[in-house]
């Protein structure tokens, strides 16, 4: 199965500033990567999907970027409403489905 | 409005079976795959099983294999996770989960949860 790691696992910032979350597969994913923001108590909500494209509904500030094994999720002007938990996900050909860890955006 | 709806969980002892339902509106049931995904209490998410459009393929996760089976009925616009065997790491809110229609698998729209817990 094709593992996920995410980077950091915690991380702690500023209303306005530029966030970046690193996700590394354990072998090439070409571009299948998926990116979900989780609040507590709610379902996951997709963001980025394909690597870079972004969801219907999700503000600009949000990116995505990267092929092969890395990829980046960035926030480019975190606003109060995006502290919360994120999440990578891989779907390459077939299940199964594997997703990062996890990385918890708090306020500083 | 896309909507998909999760029932059945509960307590369970552990050993003891529950099945989960899904009934989904607001779209065209029959034109994607479907899955299950979980999140153990203070923990991440952990994908479970898949069902393709017309149920001709399915995948479990190794943790579930030969215990879980997954369904649906495109007739009546739902999913189904029949659990078997349960154990204490079963316990978690699973979600029902929509891939999207184009192919590439992403996950865009989710349930609400319904916890399961297996405890004595």
């Known amino acids: 199965d094709i593992q996920m790691t995410q980077s950091p696992s915690f991380l702690s910032a500023s209303v306005g500033d530029r966030v970046t979350i690193t996700c590394r597969a354990s072998q090439s994913i070409s571009r299948y990567l998926n990116w979900y923001q989780q609040k507590p108590g709610k379902a996951p909500k997709l963001l980025i999907y394909?690597?870079?494209n972004l969801q219907s509904g999700v503000p600009s500030r949000f990116s995505g970027s990267g092929s092969g094994t890395d990829f980046t999720l960035t926030i480019s002007s975190l606003q109060p409403e995006d502290f919360a938990t994120y999440y990578c996900?891989?779907?390459?050909?077939?299940?199964?489905?594997?997703f990062g860890q996890g990385t918890k955006v708090e306020i500083k | 409005e896309v909507q998909l709806a999760e029932s059945g969980g509960g307590l369970v002892k552990p050993g003891g079976s529950l099945r989960l339902s899904c009934k989904i509106s607001?779209?065209?049931?029959?034109?994607?795959?479907m899955n299950w995904v979980r999140q153990a209490p203070g923990k991440g998410l952990e994908w479970v099983s898949s069902i393709t459009s017309s149920g001709s393929y399915i995948y479990y996760a190794d943790s579930v294999k030969g215990r879980f089976t997954i369904s649906r009925d495109n007739a009546k616009n739902s999913l189904y996770l029949q659990m078997n065997s349960l154990r204490a790491e079963d316990t978690a809110v699973y979600y029902c989960?929509?891939?999207?229609?184009?192919?590439?698998?992403?996950?865009?729209?989710w349930g609400q949860g319904t916890l399961v817990t297996v405890s004595s």
């Open positions: 989960a929509r891939e999207g229609a184009y192919g590439d698998s992403e996950i865009d729209y």
């Open positions: 996900q891989q779907s390459y050909a077939t299940p199964p489905w594997t």
């Open positions: 394909v690597a870079s």
């Open positions: 607001g779209f065209t049931f029959r034109d994607h795959n």
